[in-house]
T-cell receptor, first 114, second 113 residues
Framework: GAVVSQHPSRVICKSGTSVKIECRSLDFQATTMFWYRQFPKQSLMLMATSNEGSKATYEQGVEKDKFLINHASLTLSTLTVTSAHPEDSSFYIC??????????FGQGTRLTVV | GENVEQHPSTLSVQEGDSAVIKCTYSDSASNYFPWYKQELGKGPQLIIDIRSNVGEKKDQRIAVTLNKTAKHFSLHITETQPEDSAVYFCAASGNSGNTPLVFGKGTRLSVIA
């Protein structure tokens, strides 16, 4: 079946630094990928839609200058958390949908900002 | 936009009993309804899905029902086992490669041995 790989699975960074998270579709091309954030014991909240070759579409309330999304190829989208603060600590999950099939999710990235 | 409500938020059942989780959605244009199981520290895993052209789908111990008129769908797990313990999320979307899923708030299922 389709596989979405996310890296890293865990990252700890200092306040003020930037962190890049990668999301790859391993066996299919994805013109669109989605980035979600999940706080402890809460649901997945859509942050943005990543579009290959064009600007990402951000959900209301998500700072596009803070969460930079780049979708430079049909198999890779990256989320960069810039100038990270402790409140950015969360579980970040990417998703891609191969055609009209079901959505596949990455393994998630646990970000801890200290 | 779409809004998905999920109940209950927590559910405890005895091993071997059945578990039912219910969701409602608001957008009549939604036509794809997947269910995900999420274990601690991991991404969601699809366990079953249903599209709007069918009313019920079953896969071994898991079944999903859909009532488009009432805009609700349910997950049924029979003969529950301790390894079924996890958080379950329902979701809805318009089922195209460009349409993101909208998730319910999740149900924490505990199966007591």
């Amino acid at each position: 079946g389709a596989v979405v790989s996310q890296h890293p699975s865990r990252v700890i960074c200092k306040s003020g630094t930037s962190v890049k998270i990668e999301c790859r579709s391993l066996d299919f091309q994805a013109t669109t990928m989605f980035w979600y954030r999940q706080f402890p014991k809460q649901s997945l909240m859509l942050m943005a839609t990543s579009n290959e070759g064009s600007k990402a579409t951000y959900e209301q309330g998500v700072e596009k200058d803070k969460f930079l999304i780049n979708h430079a190829s049909l198999t890779l989208s990256t989320l960069t958390v810039t100038s990270a603060h402790p409140e950015d600590s969360s579980f970040y999950i990417c998703s891609a949908i191969p055609g009209f099939a079901e959505a596949f999710f990455g393994q998630g990235t646990r970000l801890t900002v200290v | 936009g779409e809004n998905v409500e999920q109940h209950p938020s927590t559910l405890s059942v005895q091993e071997g009993d059945s578990a039912v989780i219910k969701c409602t959605y608001s957008d009549s244009a939604s036509n794809y309804f997947p269910w995900y199981k999420q274990e601690l520290g991991k991404g969601p895993q699809l366990i079953i899905d249903i599209r709007s052209n069918v009313g019920e789908k079953k896969d071994q111990r898991i079944a999903v029902t859909l009532n488009k008129t009432a805009k609700h769908f349910s997950l049924h797990i029979t003969e529950t086992q301790p390894e079924d313990s996890a958080v379950y999320f329902c979701a809805a979307s318009g089922n195209s490669g460009n349409t993101p899923l909208v998730f319910g708030k999740g149900t924490r299922l505990s199966v007591i041995a």
